[in-house]
C-alpha cells in the first residue's frame, strides 16, 4: 500500500445493486481534514447530522442508555461528513450519471449539486464507509487481532 492517496484505489461491487460497480480511493490528510470541519460545521450551525435525529428523540424521552451512547462512539463514521468523504474518495462508477466534482468553494456555497447529492441514504452511507474503510482502517478493528491480521496483510 502506498503512501499516496492517488495511488490506492479499488473496484468494489454495489452489493445492494448488482451489477453496479464504483472505484474509490483512499483520502488524503486533506480531504480527511476537510470531511471533519464539515461535520463540525453542520452540528455547530444546526443541520441536521447521520442519526441524530433518532439519538435526539431518544434523549428528550429520556430513554438513550449507556449502550446507545457506546454505538453512537464506535461509529467510524462518526465525527466526518458522509458527503465530503463520498465527493473526495469517489474515482468512478458503473452508472450513466456523471461525477462532476465540486471545488471547494461549490461545496462550500452549495449553491451547485451534482450525482453524490442525488444518492440515496444507504448509498451514501456505504460509499462513505468503504472510502474510509481504505483510508484509516484502524477504525474498524473490533479486537487486537483483528488489528494484527491487518498489519500482516499490508
Not at 480531504?31 to 431518544?58: C, I, K, P
Not at 447529492?117 to 478493528?141: C, M, Y
Given at each position: 500500500?502506498?503512501?499516496?492517496a492517488?495511488?490506492?484505489?479499488?473496484?468494489?461491487?454495489?452489493?445492494?445493486?448488482?451489477?453496479?460497480?464504483?472505484?474509490?480511493?483512499?483520502?488524503?490528510?486533506?480531504?480527511?481534514?476537510?470531511?471533519?470541519?464539515?461535520?463540525?460545521?453542520?452540528?455547530?450551525?444546526?443541520?441536521?447530522?447521520?442519526?441524530?435525529?433518532?439519538?435526539?428523540?431518544?434523549?428528550?424521552?429520556?430513554?438513550?442508555?449507556?449502550?446507545?451512547?457506546?454505538?453512537?462512539?464506535?461509529?467510524?463514521l462518526?465525527?466526518?461528513?458522509?458527503?465530503?468523504?463520498?465527493?473526495?474518495?469517489?474515482?468512478?462508477?458503473?452508472?450513466?450519471?456523471?461525477?462532476?466534482?465540486?471545488?471547494?468553494?461549490?461545496?462550500?456555497?452549495r449553491?451547485?449539486?451534482?450525482?453524490?447529492?442525488?444518492?440515496?441514504?444507504?448509498?451514501?452511507?456505504?460509499?462513505?464507509?468503504?472510502?474510509?474503510?481504505?483510508?484509516?482502517?484502524?477504525?474498524?478493528?473490533?479486537?487486537?487481532?483483528?488489528?494484527?491480521?491487518?498489519?500482516?496483510?499490508?
Amino acid at each position: 500500500m502506498s503512501i499516496f492517496a492517488s495511488q490506492t484505489s479499488v473496484t468494489i461491487p454495489i452489493p445492494f445493486d448488482d451489477p453496479h460497480t464504483v472505484t474509490i480511493r483512499k483520502l488524503t490528510g486533506r480531504e480527511l481534514e476537510r470531511a471533519q470541519a464539515e461535520h463540525m460545521r453542520s452540528m455547530v450551525g444546526g443541520r441536521s447530522v447521520r442519526g441524530w435525529s433518532g439519538a435526539f428523540q431518544r434523549i428528550l424521552n429520556g430513554l438513550a442508555t449507556p449502550a446507545d451512547a457506546q454505538q453512537v462512539l464506535a461509529d467510524p463514521l462518526g465525527g466526518y461528513d458522509r458527503t465530503t468523504i463520498v465527493r473526495a474518495g469517489l474515482i468512478s462508477w458503473s452508472y450513466p450519471q456523471a461525477i462532476a466534482p465540486l471545488t471547494p468553494s461549490e461545496a462550500v456555497d452549495r449553491s451547485r449539486t451534482d450525482a453524490v447529492e442525488d444518492l440515496d441514504d444507504e448509498a451514501l452511507e456505504f460509499l462513505a464507509t468503504e472510502i474510509l474503510r481504505r483510508t484509516k482502517p484502524g477504525l474498524f478493528h473490533t479486537t487486537a487481532a483483528d488489528a494484527e491480521a491487518e498489519k500482516k496483510s499490508a
